[in-house]
């Protein structure tokens, strides 16, 4: 089955907790993006892949790492959480050549404490 | 910058009812435009899609058209079911850029039986 997992799926921590959530694919797909969504603010993109060891920032990429070392994988590290990266966060990926459809993961909820 | 804004929520309807969201973008150049629905609990999974001027995406009894001239891709259904209860995103995207997806912040819809 196609499918884009993540985990955790909930997630409580502290202030300045180091943690990584991981999130794989397995679909073959070159593209890997996470987002935030945050009440009324919808979704907005914190970082995307466009294939292996390719990563670029996406419009709220503060307090996010990311890496990319296999193309199924595309972890989203925190090094030092804060509360306003309390969201929900989802990972997705999507097949070069594509106008932009993509495979959302269940979602990684996650409050800082 | 591009932008995607919806109508606000929380839509209720009562089973068997029209259903229309609105949605209206800003955008340099041609994007694609998609509806995402949120079902509780779960991801975004696509729901309907438009990659150019006049298109009409459809799926499960939704429809929505491309409407260049007044930037629109408002999503429509004729009898609205318990089970489209969900929060729907519209989105634009850009061909072959990452799969980045800007979203609207999302419309809540209840439908009561």
């Known amino acids: 089955e196609a499918q884009v997992t993540q985990n955790p799926r909930y997630l409580i921590t502290v202030t300045g907790k180091k943690l990584t959530v991981t999130c794989s694919q397995n679909?073959?797909?070159?593209?890997m993006s996470w987002y935030r969504q945050d009440p009324g603010l919808g979704l907005r993109q914190i970082y995307y892949?466009?294939?292996?060891?390719?990563?670029d920032k996406g419009d709220v990429p503060e307090g996010y790492k990311v890496s990319r070392k296999e193309k199924r994988n595309f972890p989203l590290i925190l090094e030092s959480p804060s509360p306003n990266q309390t969201s929900l966060y989802f990972c997705?990926?999507?097949?070069?050549?594509?106008?932009?459809?993509?495979?959302f993961g269940p979602g990684t909820r996650l409050t800082v404490l | 910058g591009d932008s995607v804004t919806q109508m606000e929520g929380p839509v209720t309807l009562s089973e068997e009812a029209f259903l229309t969201i609105n949605c209206t973008y800003t955008a340099t150049g041609y994007p694609s435009l998609f509806w995402y629905v949120q079902y509780p609990g779960e991801g975004l999974q696509l729901l309907l899609k438009?990659?150019?001027?006049?298109d009409k995406g459809s799926n499960k009894g939704f429809e929505a058209t491309y409407r260049k001239e007044t930037t629109s891709f408002h999503l429509e259904k004729g009898s609205v079911q318990v089970s489209d209860s969900a929060v729907y995103f519209c989105?634009?995207?850009?061909?072959?850029?990452?799969?980045?997806?800007?979203f609207g912040q999302g419309t809540e819809l209840s439908v009561k039986p």
């Open positions: 997705a990926s999507t097949r070069t050549g594509s106008y932009g459809e993509q495979f």
């Open positions: 892949s466009m294939n292996v060891e390719v990563t």
């Open positions: 989105a634009l995207s850009f061909y072959n850029q990452g799969g980045k997806l800007i």
């Open positions: 679909m073959n797909h070159e593209y």
């Open positions: 438009a990659t150019k001027a006049d």
